[in-house]
């Protein structure tokens, strides 16, 4: 295994840990049902901003669908990773063949 799939390793797992502590941790529940609002799909997009499409949905599908099989969720998992899919390939049709791709801080401030 070469270093750069080893980083790109690291670096994807570390992201969808993220994406599942913003969704369980920093969520605001949601008055009179058990709805909540939470980080995760505002960390998707800065995950595919960062690490690419392929990087950034591999890490929404892991980080999401663990939240949704861990938290009884388990029935609406794959439509969570199907609309974390959808976003990813939403943000590499806007961002990466609208904009330079290889201008990552102006994405993420154009996104901001």
């Known amino acids: 295994m070469k270093n750069t799939d080893l980083r790109d390793l690291v670096q ?3 992201f969808a840990a993220l994406i599942y502590l913003g969704v369980s941790v920093f ?3 949601m008055p009179f049902t058990t709805q909540f609002v939470h980080f995760g799909n505002a960390l998707v997009v800065i995950g595919c901003l960062l690490f690419g499409t392929k990087q950034g949905a591999i890490a929404a599908s892991i980080g999401l669908g663990l939240f949704d ?3 009884n969720y388990a029935d609406v998992a794959w439509l969570t990773i199907l609309e974390s899919l959808i976003v ?5 049709l806007v961002y990466e063949k609208a904009m330079n791709k290889n201008d990552k801080i102006t994405n993420i ?3 901001g």
């Open 109 to 111: 401030i154009t996104v």
């Open 27 to 29: 969520r605001i529940p």
């Open 69 to 71: 099989i861990l938290n």
């Open 88 to 92: 990813c390939y939403v943000i590499h």
């Open 12 to 14: 994807t797992s570390l």
